[in-house]
């Protein structure tokens, strides 16, 4: 598709080419801690009214000894807490994680839509899509990061190479 478009503005000598079929390589980002990777950290955009907001992320942990997300906290929302959803009998049931987010040696989790997150509760001015969310999270061996949540549009499922997870 790259060449015959190459080729159709190069014979027509037309001068604007769009580039949206090119995704957005910028969109994703990565933070390092220690033996950690945080891929992607984001979150959807909501309105000033709305009662929470969820982070989502993948946290890579290539050390060989686990970790754990014990925490995580923002200036932009009043608390953060981390949480799981899951579907039992066809019920939502959505609850806080008792004692973290377990990271074992090697391993991946993965904070996405309809599983694991971060529940933002009561987020401070609404999220606008474009801008960044800075939260920081606590870990019990790698200690403090400090990462920012891409605010996508509302119902997004996620951009980057992890997309739809």
């Known amino acids: ?39 992607h950290p984001w979150t959807r955009a909501v309105g000033t009214a709305a009662p929470t907001a969820a982070g989502y992320m993948v946290i890579r942990n290539t050390g060989a ?7 995580a906290e923002t200036p932009r929302a009043t ?30 989790v993965r904070l996405a839509p309809g599983g694991l997150h971060l529940m933002l509760i009561g987020p401070k001015g609404g999220f606008e899509q474009g801008v960044r969310v800075p939260t920081t999270l606590v870990f019990e061996r790698a200690g403090r990061i400090t990462v920012e949540l891409a605010v ?4 997004a499922r996620g951009t980057g190479p992890h997309q739809g997870h």
């Not at 608390?79 to 959803?85: A, F, G, K, N, T």
């Open 1 to 39: 598709m790259r060449r015959t478009l190459l080729r159709a503005v190069l014979t027509t000598g037309t001068a604007f080419v769009s580039l949206s079929f090119l995704g957005n390589p910028l969109a994703a980002h990565e933070y390092r801690v220690g033996d950690l990777a945080i891929d």
């Open 65 to 71: 000894a686990p970790d754990r997300l014990v925490a």
């Open 79 to 108: 608390r953060v807490e981390l949480h799981e959803m899951s579907i039992t009998d066809g019920i939502m049931r959505m609850r806080p994680i008792a004692g973290g987010i377990a990271l074992p040696a090697g391993g991946e």
């Open 152 to 155: 996508e549009a509302p119902g």
